[in-house]
């Protein structure tokens, strides 16, 4: 009887043409690195331009229907309600509001005063809160088209520093806040 067979060796240029590889691919893979790393510093040191650090949250977005009509007929002014809270260590402002499901948004400072005559917006502390109510300012949509109880109605929020903030206000029947 024979002995039986020593497994065979890898075939010497297995090892060598996996050398090869591992040093072909290791000069674009550190140019890369290196590229990303000068990429990200040249970028956090202002060379991309502005990065927004500052960051709001806007909750509780509705448009009551008392403030507008009971049976949906367009044309009355809406009011908006809304809490904005500043995440952010920097203080912004809201600047303006649009919607395309009514002829202009405005910011007031109370529910029955005219347009906020101070074109600087309403001041959203750094780290706290704006609330837009029936008991301070408030924005309201001018010439709105029908609007149903249950239907939702897009708003752009633009702030001075943290940009362009997309919400989703809902219509709420009569006697819900």
């Not at 509780?60 to 809490?83: C, D, E, H």
């Not at 502390?125 to 109605?153: C, E, K, N, W, Y």
Request: proline share 7%; charged share 10%; aromatic share 2%.
């Amino acid at each position: 009887m024979t002995a039986p067979a020593a497994p065979a060796a890898a075939a010497p240029g297995v090892r060598g043409h996996a050398t090869e590889l591992a040093r072909a691919a290791a000069a674009p893979l550190v140019c890369g690195i290196v590229v990303i790393v000068l990429l990200a510093t040249w970028v956090l040191g202002g060379g991309g331009g502005a990065i927004s650090r500052v960051r709001v949250e806007v909750t509780r977005a509705t448009v009551p229907m008392t403030s507008y009509t009971r049976n949906g007929a367009a044309g009355k002014n809406a009011t908006v309600y809304l809490t904005i809270r500043n995440l952010s260590k920097t203080p912004d402002v809201l600047l303006s509001a649009s919607s395309t499901a009514a002829a202009g948004v405005v910011l007031t400072r109370h529910a029955t005063a005219q347009p906020a005559a101070d074109t600087r917006g309403l001041a959203v502390p750094a780290g706290g809160t704006l609330t837009l109510s029936p008991f301070g300012a408030d924005l309201v949509l001018i010439r709105p088209r029908s609007l149903m109880s249950g239907q939702d109605v897009v708003i752009t929020l633009r702030f001075r520093n943290a940009g362009t903030v997309t919400v989703d206000a809902a219509v709420t029947p009569p006697g819900t806040p």
